[in-house]
């Protein structure tokens, strides 16, 4: 995961709850140290359906990425291409 991940969802979590960031912060990497995760977001999905000429809403983005990501194969993995074909197999 990278720091800038780790530091968002260490915002985040501050913001909600009475934990002070630090604290926040070296449990998350202390969480994440040992994994490794790929993270996409609903910017890289808008920035694909725009540049395919197909502009869709922020909800829109947030189902695709969901669906995309509930039919990958884990064999194949996500990639720049994946959400290309989500963006052609369920906008019009």
Same mark, same amino acid.
Request: proline share 2%; no cysteine.
């Given at each position: 995961?990278?720091?800038?991940?780790?530091?968002?969802?260490?915002? #985040?979590?501050?913001?909600?709850? /009475? +934990?002070?960031?630090? *604290?926040?912060?070296?449990? =998350?990497?202390?969480?994440?140290? !040992?994994?490794?995760?790929?993270?996409?977001?609903?910017?890289?999905?808008?920035?694909? #359906?725009?540049?395919?000429?197909? /502009? +869709?809403?922020?909800? *829109?983005?947030?189902?695709? =990425?969901?669906?995309?990501?509930? !039919?990958?194969?884990?064999?194949?993995?996500?990639?720049?291409?994946?959400?290309?074909?989500?963006?052609?197999?369920?906008?019009?």
């Amino acid at each position: 995961m990278h720091a800038y991940m780790i530091e968002e969802m260490a915002d #985040a979590i501050s913001q909600k709850l /009475p +934990i002070d960031t630090n *604290d926040v912060l070296r449990i =998350l990497h202390q969480f994440w140290n !040992d994994k490794i995760a790929h993270v996409w977001h609903v910017e890289d999905m808008l920035n694909a #359906a725009l540049n395919a000429g197909k /502009p +869709i809403t922020r909800a *829109d983005a947030v189902g695709l =990425l969901y669906s995309m990501f509930e !039919d990958h194969d884990s064999n194949e993995g996500i990639s720049r291409k994946t959400l290309e074909i989500e963006l052609q197999r369920n906008t019009t």
